[in-house]
């Protein structure tokens, strides 16, 4: 076995087939070079390899046609999470425990840190694939699902903590009764509905595969549309059910957050059973945590935010500004990425991604993305105009659009994709460059910036136009 490459040995030692390395082509510590016996290893690597596949070819009118029905698709679903926290901003739960707007962005951003992530790793594995055997499509799939339980479960317990302690630094005042509820409510909410879309995202990743779409451009959209108003809508009856059990029967949520954390094991035990989801159940943390925090300062902002009444008009159009940068920046990064697994070994990245990172590289370069991200930002303006008359149209939120108020959140919404997709275009190049699979770590900070990036501009957007005097906050009351 010396002359095995790392690559194969790492498989080999996780107990599964070559073929099963979730990051293939990548090697997990670098390349193997200048060593006795390197060209006999590059002969047997060779032997191993798949045969090569052809990267799909697609016109920019046919990428763009693929992602606009799903980038429409997600952003209802982020006007209807919008809706929902808007009309639950009122329930007892939230009045009385406000640092449940805390969890708002971190458990949201489990569908950037959790699913995203699911469905940009399956669909690589499918471009490349990977998921031409039905036995090793379910492994695959059944290692990642049970995968993406177990960090659910984690980061929503963490969620908690984080929401308790930014709740506590601020205030001064700390009520074990709410830390246990809240501790309850987002662990109950990351299982559930995580169990739920991943569920979805499998279904759609096979579908696509099955009728010739490029899943790069559809399942990560597709993973957020129902994402932000499950979870919303999951979170409000659960804090609301808990919330009214707290005097009668304080036990319960105790027992809530018991139960679900006392499943974890049984998740563990089937994730290690697939090589793939093995390594990533012991080095797929960092970027996961790292996301949560993130999104937690960014919930931070609206707690403190929506306390203010000045300001209440935020809270529908949060989810949507946030839902839609990550939505947008999750289908580059899934295309960089893909494209790299095609046609870059570990560690090296093509001619165009070398040297200093300069903005006009991600829009105007020589790369095989640059269109894309052409198409990705012409769609934030028509498509922000169209769902902010569909919140319009349902009477919902309590600002009313006027010219000036369109013109500053359209300013805040583009500035924010723009941002996204230059740190995209720089993170997931540097990750490859470094060793890491850019599936398993680029999406979740990106979709964490986004949720930050997104709950900031916008809170100053409102501030600027309560400065200037375009103050309106009856509507929808």
């Known amino acids: 076995m010396h002359c095995v490459d790392t690559r194969t040995s790492v498989s080999l030692s996780d107990g599964g087939d070559v073929r099963y390395s979730?990051?293939?082509?990548?090697?997990?510590?670098?390349?193997v070079s200048g060593e006795e016996g390197d060209a006999e290893e590059k002969e047997e690597e060779e032997s191993q390899r798949p045969p090569t596949r052809n990267?799909?070819?697609?016109?920019?009118?046919?990428?763009?046609?693929?992602i606009v029905v799903p980038f429409l698709l997600a952003g209802f679903g982020t006007v209807s999470a919008g809706m929902v926290l808007d009309i639950v901003q009122h329930w007892d739960a939230f009045k009385y425990i406000t640092e449940i707007f805390i969890l708002v962005p971190a458990l949201l951003g489990l569908k950037g840190n959790l699913e995203m992530t699911l469905a940009s790793r399956l669909s690589t594995a499918v471009n490349v694939g990977k998921m031409d055997s039905p036995i090793e499509k379910w492994n695959l799939i059944i290692g990642n699902l049970a995968l993406k339980q177990v960090q659910a479960t984690v980061v929503g317990f963490l969620a908690a903590v984080a929401a308790v302690v930014l709740g506590w630094i601020p205030e001064g005042k700390f009520q074990m009764s709410h830390a246990v509820l809240l501790c309850s409510a987002s662990v109950a909410t990351a299982f559930i509905a995580s169990m739920l879309q991943g569920f979805i995202m499998v279904g759609v990743i096979v579908g696509s595969k099955k009728t010739g779409i490029n899943p790069d451009n559809v399942a990560t959209p597709i993973a957020a549309s129902f994402g932000d108003l499950i979870t919303l809508a999951i979170l409000a009856w659960i804090s609301q059910g808990l919330y009214n059990c707290l005097d009668s029967?304080?036990?319960?949520?105790s027992l809530v957050c018991a139960f679900f954390l006392s499943l974890t094991p049984v998740w563990m035990v089937i994730s290690s059973k697939h090589p793939a989801s093995r390594t990533l159940l012991y080095s797929g943390w960092e970027p996961v945590i790292t996301a949560m925090v993130i999104s937690s300062i960014g919930g931070l902002i609206l707690d403190k935010t929506v306390s203010d009444?000045?300001?209440?008009?935020i809270?529908?159009?949060?989810?949507?500004?946030?839902?839609?940068?990550?939505?947008?920046?999750?289908?580059?990064?899934?295309?960089?990425?893909?494209?790299?697994?095609?046609?870059?070994a570990p560690g090296e990245v093509p001619e165009e991604a070398k040297g200093c990172y300069y903005p006009c590289r991600t829009f105007y370069g020589t790369g095989a993305n640059h269109r894309s991200a052409q198409v990705l930002l012409l769609l934030v303006l028509p498509g922000h105009l169209i769902f902010l008359y569909t919140i319009h149209l349902m009477k919902s939120g309590h600002t009313t659009l006027t010219p000036i108020f369109m013109t500053v959140y359209l300013a805040a919404a583009l500035l924010q994709v723009f941002l996204l997709l230059c740190i995209a275009d720089w993170m997931v190049y540097s990750?490859?460059?470094?060793?890491?699979?850019?599936?398993?770590?680029?999406?979740?900070?990106?979709t964490a910036l986004g949720d930050l990036l997104g709950t900031a501009l916008l809170a100053l957007s409102f501030q600027f136009l309560w400065y200037i005097g375009d103050q309106d906050s009856d509507v929808g009351d």
Do not use: C
């Open 22 to 31: 979730e990051t293939e082509p990548m090697l997990p510590e670098g390349t």
């Open 431 to 446: 990750m490859w460059r470094s060793g890491k699979d850019p599936d398993s770590f680029s999406i979740p900070y990106l």
């Open 249 to 253: 029967h304080p036990y319960v949520s």
């Open 55 to 66: 990267m799909p070819k697609e016109s920019p009118l046919a990428m763009a046609l693929q």
């Open 315 to 344: 809270v529908v159009y949060t989810p949507v500004i946030n839902g839609i940068g990550g939505n947008l920046v999750a289908i580059q990064s899934s295309r960089i990425s893909t494209h790299l697994h095609f046609h870059s």
């Open 309 to 313: 009444p000045n300001l209440a008009g």
